[in-house]
Nanobody, 122 residues
């Protein structure tokens, strides 16, 4: 199983970016999908998550500006980022709980994608 993130880049403050993350490989089902970020010198933090029932959660710092969504048919999670601020600059990582097989002994495992750099200039 692999997670492939894309969509990062350089944008001016107030601009927008849309991140995508596709899960591929041996996938039976996906539970929660999420985006984390890590700025230089800081710990990785949860930005937003979405369950398979489309329940969403956001960090206070991004509420009202970021929107998470998913396309279960495509095993893809998106993060629409609007009104970007310089403090949003970080490497963004996707994360997902994935089950590879229907048999009960194959439970959900947690996977990380590679990061994608988001840089917001002032």
């Amino acid at each position: 199983v692999q997670l492939q993130a894309s969509g990062g880049g350089l944008v001016q403050a107030g601009g927008s970016l849309r991140l995508s993350c596709v899960a591929s490989g041996n996938i039976f089902s996906i539970n929660t999908m999420a985006w984390y970020r890590q700025a230089p010198g800081l710990q990785r933090e949860l930005v937003s998550s979405i369950t398979n029932e489309l329940n969403t959660n956001y960090a206070d710092s991004v509420k009202g500006r970021f929107t998470i969504s998913r396309d279960s048919a495509k095993n893809t999670v998106y993060l629409q980022m609007n009104s970007l601020k310089p403090e949003d600059t970080a490497v963004y990582f996707c994360n997902a709980d994935i089950r590879s097989d229907w048999r009960p002994r194959f439970g959900f495992k947690n996977y990380w994608g590679q990061g994608t750099q988001v840089t917001v200039s002032s």
